[in-house]
């Protein structure tokens, strides 16, 4: 079976310009830091080498507001801008990506995730076998049999990679792909500033999706939902939840 390796450029780009900083980070004699390129492709070329695929594409954000940014305003309003060290490698990354024909993705109104998880869809539908690299774990909601998400993790030996399908995601968060979009909805997501739910943090967000399935089935349970306070709170904010 055919394989398709799908790359979140902007998450792994991040994570490759922290990851590789300091004092004296990598640049050209002119002053270019070419860390974040550097330790992208170092990541690129050994997912290569362990999975071996047919197809590769890389998606990328841009600056355009997405649908999001339309449905609710706040959305990611409390992100600081990309670093200047970071901003001048991305334009260097690109160019060198498209130097080894490899196929980038990005559309205005559209974050490189909804790209991600289209093309994956699409591509499971055709018979490939899908692997995902990206540290973003809202990309869990993709997870299937032939789906797979891979997220690296930093520890003192290295990086190393945990990969997730949906038996996985059910292992460990004890709920589906899909219903990982309510846990995290109910919750919330400061790093996105998705509010969620006031006073409901990811265990009792959990134990609802767990016992009742989706935020629609426990809202129609609502006197059997304990303790009180979380009752109460996904009575008040239930358009919130919904929208988050």
């Known amino acids: 079976m055919n394989k398709l390796l799908l790359i979140d ?3 792994i780009i991040n994570r ?6 300091g004092s004296k980070m990598l640049m050209t004699e002119d002053g270019t830091y070419t860390n974040a390129v550097y330790g992208f ?8 080498d362990d999975i071996k695929p047919e197809y590769l594409v890389v998606a990328f954000d841009l600056k355009a507001p997405t649908h999001r940014h339309k449905i609710y305003d706040k959305y990611k309003a409390n992100r600081h801008g990309m670093p200047e060290e970071l901003a001048m490698q991305m334009p260097i990354l690109k160019e060198t990506l498209k130097a080894m024909n490899v196929c980038i993705i990005e559309k205005e109104g559209y974050e490189a995730d909804d790209l991600l998880g289209t093309i994956a869809k699409q591509s499971e539908a055709q018979g490939l076998e899908v692997s995902i690299v990206s540290g973003d774990r809202d990309l869990l909601q993709l997870a299937s049999d032939h789906i797979k998400i891979r ?11 945990e ?6 995601v059910v292992e460990k968060y ?4 899909l219903q990982f979009i309510d846990v995290k909805a109910l919750m919330g997501d400061s790093a ?3 509010p969620g739910v006031p006073g409901i943090g990811e265990k009792t967000a959990t134990a609802l999706i767990v016992s009742y399935g989706s935020i629609e089935n426990a809202h129609d349970h609502l006197e059997e939902i304990k303790p009180n306070r979380a009752k109460q709170n996904l009575s008040e904010h239930y358009d919130m939840a919904q929208m988050s």
């Open 163 to 168: 990969d997730y399908l949906a038996k996985d």
């Open 151 to 161: 997220i690296p993790k930093t520890k003192r030996t290295g990086t190393e990679i």
């Open 174 to 177: 004890q709920v589906t792909p």
């Open 9 to 11: 450029g902007n998450s």
């Open 16 to 21: 490759a310009f922290y990851g590789i900083m």
């Open 192 to 194: 996105d500033n998705i």
């Open 41 to 48: 492709l170092s990541i690129l070329f050994k997912e290569l």
